[in-house]
């Protein structure tokens, strides 16, 4: 990943729980920097990187990301204690996503996406257990004509308790949630299109992107890559469930609305 240094701090961003900012940088760019010193910690930079790697060299759309180094100095004059707190916790590196200005949530209710594209979407997800692309909230963004996948810091719980993280492996996937079922995704297209680039040379390049400072205390990116070459053989424990979750959908768009799509509701043995 590129490096660049934060040089101003231009407001918070409140939808997700560990309080990313808005903060340019010295090679003109603008960033959402999420930061090592949130509530969360460093894991979930961690799997931001190795997830958002990943996706990367499968050929699915992510933003660009970068470490940001950070001077807490930059804080001093925010009025918001909170981000000065915040700042001051988070010296030294923090990643950056570039920023996609004028980027719209992206609702499959409003913008169509084919079967394939949400096929190869749903089979990232579950190999990474990603719980955090669901109907409630589906992070992805349209941008210039097209999607883009985002947030991946859920994914890759196992790192939490590296005791248990053998249990992660075949572990199924909860794919009755998930943004997309709505679109029917192609998920045997996607296997066959997506397997065959899972090589343990992109494992090896998506977990190496990450800084040792962020994995101080725990294994390196070789455990990593061991995980998720694991989790990928055994898709005989998951991809079934994810094909009988899309089986049992109804063919119909799913929308960010205060209720649950109908489907789910049926599913969950709702009115």
Request: aromatic share 8%; no cysteine.
């Amino acid at each position: 990943m590129r490096h660049v240094t934060a040089l101003r701090y231009v407001t918070p961003l409140r939808e997700g729980g560990s309080l990313p900012g808005l903060m340019e940088a010295d090679d003109l760019g603008t960033y959402v920097v999420k930061f090592h010193g949130a509530g969360q910690g460093p894991r979930v930079l961690v799997a931001e990187v190795v997830a958002g790697e990943l996706a990367r060299g499968l050929g699915l759309p992510v933003p660009e990301l970068v470490t940001v180094e950070l001077d807490p100095a930059l804080g001093a004059s925010e009025p918001d204690q909170e981000v000065q707190e915040l700042l001051r916790a988070s010296p030294g590196l923090n990643l950056g996503l570039d920023f996609l200005p004028g980027a719209l949530d992206l609702d499959p209710a409003a913008f169509a996406l084919d079967p394939a594209f949400a096929g190869r979407v749903l089979w990232f997800d579950a190999l990474i257990g990603n719980v955090d692309r669901s109907w409630r909230n589906p992070n992805m963004l349209f941008w210039h004509g097209g999607p883009y996948l985002i947030d991946h810091g859920a994914s890759l719980t196992f790192h939490h308790n590296w005791p248990g993280a053998e249990a992660w492996v075949r572990r199924p996937y909860a794919a009755a949630d998930h943004v997309l079922l709505g679109a029917a995704p192609d998920v045997d297209a996607a296997d066959a299109e997506l397997a065959p680039l899972v090589t343990d040379a992109l494992l090896a390049r998506a977990a190496g992107a990450v800084p040792s400072v962020w994995l101080e205390g725990g294994p390196g990116p070789e455990a990593y890559v061991a995980q998720l070459r694991e989790r990928f053989e055994a898709r005989d424990a998951w991809l079934p469930g994810v094909r009988e979750a899309v089986a049992s959908r109804v063919d119909r768009p799913v929308t960010r609305a205060a209720n649950p799509p109908a489907w789910l509701t049926r599913r969950r043995g709702g009115a």
